[in-house]
């Protein structure tokens, strides 16, 4: 929707302003998570529903109706593997598809044993995971919100995403060897910063990479691919875990790296 109705070099700040909306829910989220821990896991279901209620009534009675600003007619290629492996074959569409699904499973990395991580590490309970997300979700509203329309004024959204995924990977490498919880804190700062600054740059670099037609069609794929990760990379966290807890930052920094390389490849 926000491709379709916004100008293309406009595109990766309003997609910023999308993923500040929801990492400032990232933000309220954890600090209600925590608060509502003393009511145990029940509490947290009933407000996620009734949130995810209100967000209903918001999408069906709050949002009016509006052309594109760019003709949509259907696309000529079917729907299935088949039009995946046409997109992967496009130069741009195709790396960037790949780099979204490698930086996706190095995110998995962090956000499938982070907490298992920080309470074998640092002994935090619920209450203070809540308050560790809460941190992350500050940086990466900002990120997000601020940073990204910075820096693409700047540069180009190619280079913005290169710089995020390049933070990823460091910061990834990196919290393995935290001597303390402050240190932790700040690698983790450095990790929302880079996710902030990729996300909406890659999902810019895709949308203006096709016709206006094919943008929902790449823009799903694009989702599918992180979709994908978040379904394989969590029992790859788990089994590397398992060996040692380090290995799964190790892993997921080499797979950020990869996608860095990936991307400087597109020029």
């Known amino acids: 929707v926000i491709a379709d109705h916004t100008q293309p070099e406009k595109r990766a700040a309003t997609l910023g302003s999308l993923g500040a909306s929801m990492g400032l829910g990232f933000v309220v989220g954890p600090a209600l998570g925590a608060v509502l821990s003393d009511f145990g896991f029940s509490g947290a279901c009933f407000t996620a529903a009734i949130a995810l209620g209100l967000n209903l009534l918001m999408v069906q009675f709050g949002f009016a109706e509006r052309a594109p600003l760019h003709s949509s ?124 600054l990729f996300i909406p740059t890659l999902t810019a670099v895709l949308s203006r990479a096709t016709s206006a037609h094919e943008q929902g069609i790449v823009l799903g794929l694009g989702q599918s691919a992180t979709a994908l990760a978040r379904s394989l990379g969590p029992v790859s966290v788990g089994i590397l875990y398992d060996q040692n807890m380090a290995l799964p930052y190790y892993a997921a920094a080499v797979t950020a790296a990869v996608a860095l390389l990936i991307m400087y490849g597109l020029g």
Not at 113 to 124: G, I, T, V
Not at 146 to 157: F, K, N, Q, T, Y
Request: glycine share 12%; proline share 6%.
């Open 73 to 196: 007619p259907s696309s000529a290629v079917p729907p299935g593997l088949g039009q995946l492996a046409q997109y992967l074959q496009r130069p741009i569409v195709g790396r960037v598809l790949v780099a979204c699904f490698l930086s996706a499973i190095a995110l998995t990395a962090l956000r499938g044993s982070f907490p298992m991580y920080m309470q074998d590490r640092f002994l935090l309970g619920p209450r203070g995971l809540g308050m560790v997300f809460t941190w992350i979700g500050l940086f990466a509203v900002f990120s997000q919100g601020v940073l990204v329309r910075i820096l693409v004024r700047r540069w180009d959204e190619q280079r913005v995403a290169r710089l995020g995924i390049a933070l990823l990977a460091v910061c990834l490498g990196l919290l393995p060897l935290v001597p303390s919880l402050g240190a932790a804190l700040a690698v983790v700062a450095g990790l929302a910063l880079g996710q902030g």
